[in-house]
């Protein structure tokens, strides 16, 4: 696929970051959103500032998109532990509804509204992607160990929105392609808390995770729409 322009939500993280500088350095005219709409200048990048949290925000982030849609677009949101330290679960007793809602709140809906939004610009005539960044613990039949219960959950019915995205987009786009991507373990915020015991090898800089999913991106077909794909393009069963 040959990416003429970007859209990064979710800019000021780190694969998100990553993305916007990896996409740049390729000549890729990149529209760079996140909650500041701030970040360093780099050429071919354009920043605003968008929150996910408020339809409103996105709304008016892509209202003058429409002419020139972009014809990737990839949310690099998400959270595993909240701001105030809540992490996530290892035992339904764990359970708190305010810290599962918030957590589904990123997680799910705020890429389920940038779909929203975006979709509908996309071009019927040509490949288009929109990408989702999800994780291998929100694949139900993948599931061994158990706990992480709301992050778990909020992979899983974002895997499901795509699911259901793609099929009504292929109605419609035919050419589209709607999936979720797990990046592995990247060396970022949200994985810090939990490095400590991974295996040597495990984890993946920001820069070589962006390298991975672009070339995942880049081999999807519209037969692949609707999928959970890994860091190396094989797809994880839902």
């Known amino acids: 696929m040959a990416i003429g322009k970007a859209a990064v939500f979710g800019a000021s993280?780190?694969?998100?970051?990553?993305?916007?500088?990896?996409l740049a350095a390729r000549g890729v005219d990149v529209l760079a959103g996140s909650r500041s709409g701030e970040g360093p200048p780099l050429e071919g990048v354009r920043r605003f500032a968008c929150d996910i949290d408020d339809e409103d925000s996105i709304a008016d982030a892509v209202a003058d998109w429409s002419n020139d849609p972009p014809d990737l677009v990839v949310v690099a949101t998400g959270v595993l532990t909240l701001p105030d330290g809540t992490g996530p679960e290892r035992s339904?007793?764990?359970?708190?509804?305010?810290?599962?809602a918030e957590v589904l709140r990123v997680n799910t809906i705020g890429p389920a509204l940038v779909a929203k939004h975006v979709l509908p610009l996309?071009?019927?005539d040509r490949r288009s992607v929109f990408a989702a960044l999800s994780a291998r613990v929100g694949s139900i039949s993948d599931n061994r160990i158990g706990g992480w219960h709301s992050y778990r959950a909020s992979k899983a019915a974002l895997n499901m929105l795509v699911a259901n995205f793609a099929i009504e987009m292929g109605r419609t786009h035919p050419e589209a392609v709607v999936v979720a991507l797990h990046p592995g373990t990247v060396d970022t915020r949200l994985s810090s808390p939990f490095q400590s015991n991974l295996p040597e090898g495990?984890?993946?800089?920001?820069?070589?995770?962006?390298?991975?999913?672009?070339?995942?991106?880049?081999?999807?077909?519209?037969?692949?729409?609707?999928?959970?794909?890994?860091?190396?393009?094989?797809?994880?069963?839902?």
């Open 13 to 22: 993280g780190g694969i998100g970051s990553a993305l916007v500088a990896d």
């Open 122 to 124: 996309f071009p019927r």
């Open 202 to 238: 495990q984890l993946t800089a920001p820069d070589a995770a962006s390298a991975n999913l672009l070339s995942v991106i880049e081999g999807l077909s519209p037969a692949d729409s609707g999928g959970l794909f890994d860091w190396r393009g094989l797809r994880i069963k839902p």
């Open 92 to 100: 339904y007793k764990s359970l708190d509804p305010a810290a599962m």
